[in-house]
């Protein structure tokens, strides 16, 4: 198994409260990834880092940051939550950014 | 706009019999195509994968096929088992990130 964890595994948050989900890897993988998946749309890129300070947006980053400071850690943020936003999270990592990715075991947010 | 596309949400094959699953694509330039497979409550795990410049990869009973000029792979399950029972995605590589399809969520039946 690769080494990733999220946290938190399960969180229910109001509108408009802030949220920081985690993502920690322990394989020294230069990329990293957060996807949502939600139903009738699969998995979409929500933002992704190419390494410690570089993050670009993916295909739905509206209303999230991210931020990653250190090689390990990648962190998604949504500023102010809105029930859009109730989704499993999952992050990724890659050694080389393409082909195979490895996941974890996801977040599930439930925005009220 | 969905770059990545699996028209069908569900298939239901009996054991034993050959799974089929399909995934239609826009980009021309995606170099890499993949497959991965996911079980409830879990993160998807990387099953078999092939370079655009190959028409077919195959690791034991999962096969894939790509073919270029129709924009289209699918993914055979020979013989399908209970176990394979998932939601299957298909994915492209874009660069530096990984583009997914919606998913077909299989079901094998005894």
């Known amino acids: 198994d690769a080494g990733i964890t999220q946290s938190p595994r399960h969180k229910v948050t109001e509108t408009g409260t802030p949220v920081t989900l985690r993502c920690h890897q322990t394989?020294?993988?230069?990329?990293m990834y957060w996807y949502r998946q939600d139903p009738g749309h699969g998995l979409r890129l929500i933002h992704y880092?190419?390494?410690?300070?570089?993050?670009d947006k993916g295909e739905v980053s509206d209303g999230y940051s991210v931020s990653r400071s250190k090689t390990e850690d990648f962190l998604l943020t949504l500023e102010s939550a809105t029930s859009s936003q109730t989704s499993v999270y999952f992050c990724?990592?890659?050694?080389?950014?393409?082909?195979?990715?490895?996941f974890g075991e996801g977040s599930r947010l439930t925005v009220l | 706009d969905q770059q990545v596309k699996q028209n069908s949400p569900s298939l239901s094959v009996q054991e034993g019999r050959i799974s089929i699953l399909n995934c239609d694509y826009t980009n021309s330039m995606f170099d890499y195509f993949l497959w991965y497979k996911k079980y409830p409550a879990e993160g998807p795990t990387f099953l078999i994968s092939i370079s655009s410049i190959k028409d077919k990869n195959e690791d034991g009973r999962f096969t894939v096929f790509l073919n270029k000029s129709a924009k289209h792979l699918s993914l055979h399950i020979v013989p399908s088992q209970p176990g394979d029972s998932a939601v299957y995605f298909c994915a492209a590589t874009d660069t530096d990130k990984l583009i997914f399809g919606t998913g077909t969520r299989l079901q094998v039946f005894p």
């Open positions: 880092s190419y390494g410690v300070k570089d993050t």
């Open positions: 990724a990592i890659s050694y080389r950014g393409t082909g195979e990715l490895f």
């Open positions: 394989e020294n993988h230069r990329y």
